[in-house]
């Protein structure tokens, strides 16, 4: 599992403090630890790993299944918005499809900090407006 854990990390692009922070962890020597194997890994940081990063849990314990989780509310959500605001047909789908893939990879502050710019802009529009 050890391996398992340092192939997510990677496949994420995310150093061993990133990692660590999203799943409560917020030392990179205990990430690495995990990854080497010298540390146990505990049933509340597979179910974190697996809840943070949408990763099959099977595929995390075992190495049987696909790594990520398929979640169809989630995907089913991003077609729906992107094709409510542009249509497939528009140059940037693909280009909305992105964000909001990595907005929902992004730990809850700083989705908040996304959250709150995007109120202050649409107010500036609107005093812009009126």
Sequence with gaps: MNNRIKLVRESLELTQEDFGGRIGIMSRAHISALEKGRRQITERIIKDICREFNINEE????GE??????DPNYDEAMVYTSELLLGKD?????LIIEIMHTY????????????????KLVDNLKKREG
């Design 90 to 94: 528009n140059p940037f789908y693909d």
């Design 104 to 119: 929902y990879e992004l730990d809850p502050k700083s989705q908040e900090v996304i959250k709150n710019s995007i109120v």
């Design 59 to 62: 595929w995390l314990r075992t």
């Design 65 to 70: 299944g696909e790594m990520f989780r398929f």
